[in-house]
């Protein structure tokens, strides 16, 4: 029977409920209710007060984790010397391990979270039971005495006064069932928020638990960097400067190949296409805190123009290990990593997405790729982790935009990296676009 009957049903006969009966009855919920309260008010006392003792801990660690960056930056900014490098490396490394704690500690709360809501849930479905229970024993008490009429239990009293106490009484009983009506109402409405909160928290574990993944992926890299670089070098530091100077050469020597080979490729943008300025704003930002370190292009015109020498995208400043999100949905049209076939020269590890609204990008500098080619991802998702791969002087995210019908991951081979075959984003000079344009004043 629903709630909207049980109205019906009550008013029709609340002429009939006895009123010793109802205050027995609202005696037993409110007993019931507050027995409900003290069994589960200890536990979830009891689980408030891990969440706030966790939330302590990730506070010290969200600091922990900025002295390491700062320290980090700081490095990055010194000479280029292979001690600074392996330095700067070991912070890095003592940074990602408080992420890492920092993550565990998050996982950790969302899973006391999500114990205490089921404790209020529990609660909450226990006294909408017991409200269900306290009306429909009513009603069976309102059947039994249909057949009694509310004159008849007037002119059964012996005087005036014995009368007006029963319509009375009769007055409070509608007013009583009426107000048990609606906190039973209230209480499903409390469950249902509680029940939506507890999805919404689940979904916020399985997205921890997944940059988790992430960020010890990270871990692993940085530690191998570290090994790869000693091995390289034998821990002299002529022989870094030495791998140093060829790596700037061959960065220059590969943009210059790229951009000859972009610029001679046919194109005309047609801007029906891809969004316009006054557009609905097509993309949300990369990372949860912004820092510009680099623009796109060059001014010329009162306008950002790439031309030869300068830059082709947008610098974002991020500690290595930075959860990296897609600006937009789409779907990854190619992921690879340049350092495999030119170490130190271009992109390092990048990602390639084709937007829904007609635009590209491409994500540079990764440390961990967490997407596959052909996957779809919606606008907000993690698709990587920042890094310092590639030709780049510290940390950070480089994305490049392109009208999504003139870019595409190509393999091609490279005379600046002696012949060796390389696979990256590739597009007509003319298809580069200024990143500004498209996100979030």
Request: with cysteine.
């Amino acid at each position: 029977m629903n709630i909207k009957n049980i109205k019906i049903k009550a008013k029709k006969y609340s002429s009939l409920i006895s009123i010793f009966a109802i205050f027995i009855l609202m005696f037993q919920m409110n007993l019931s209710s507050t027995f409900i309260h003290k069994a589960h008010s200890a536990t979830v006392e009891e689980l408030q007060a891990k969440i706030d003792e966790k939330n302590k801990n990730i506070d010290a660690l969200n600091k922990e984790i900025q002295l390491y960056a700062d320290l980090t930056d700081k490095t990055s900014k010194e000479a280029q010397t292979l001690q600074n490098k392996i330095k700067t490396l070991t912070q890095n490394g003592k940074m990602l391990d408080s992420d890492i704690k920092k993550t565990k500690s998050q996982i950790d709360v969302a899973n006391l979270a999500i114990q205490k809501i089921g404790i209020n849930i529990k609660s909450s479905e226990d006294k909408s039971d017991h409200y269900k229970n306290v009306i429909g024993t009513e009603l069976k008490d309102i059947q039994f005495k249909e057949d009694t009429s509310l004159v008849e239990n007037i002119l059964s009293k012996k005087n005036l006064s014995d009368a007006l106490v029963e319509v009375d009484s009769l007055r409070k009983l509608n007013e009583n069932l009426g107000k048990q009506i609606d906190l039973l109402k209230s209480e499903k409405q409390i469950l249902l928020e509680n029940k939506t909160k507890k999805e919404a928290t689940k979904k916020e574990l399985t997205a921890l638990q997944t940059e988790l993944s992430g960020k010890k992926k990270v871990v692993e890299e940085n530690k191998q960097e570290q090994s790869q670089i000693l091995k390289d070098t034998k821990n002299k530091e002529q022989t870094y400067q030495q791998i140093l100077t060829q790596r700037k050469s061959q960065k220059e020597s590969l943009d210059k190949e790229l951009f000859d080979y972009e610029a001679a490729l046919k194109y005309t943008l047609n801007p029906s296409l891809i969004p316009t300025s006054t557009s609905k704003v097509p993309f949300i930002w990369p990372l949860d805190k912004i820092i510009i370190t680099q623009l796109f292009g060059k001014t010329s015109a009162s306008k950002r123009l790439y031309v030869a020498g300068t830059h082709n995208g947008i610098d974002f400043g991020a500690k290595v290990g930075t959860p990296v999100r897609a600006v937009a949905t789409g779907v990854v049209a190619g992921a690879g990593d340049t350092d495999l076939t030119c170490k130190g020269a271009s992109f390092g590890r990048w990602i390639l997405i084709k937007f829904d609204n007609g635009l590209a990008a491409t994500y540079g500098h990764l440390s961990v790729i967490s997407v596959t080619e052909g996957q779809h991802v919606t606008a907000g998702d993690i698709i990587g982790y920042s890094g310092n791969t590639g030709y780049s002087t510290g940390p950070h995210l480089h994305i490049s935009v392109y009208d999504a019908s003139a870019v595409n991951a190509e393999t091609r081979p490279s005379v600046s990296c002696g012949g060796k075959i390389y696979r990256m984003p590739i597009a007509p000079v003319a298809a580069y676009l200024d990143p500004r344009v498209y996100f979030p004043k």
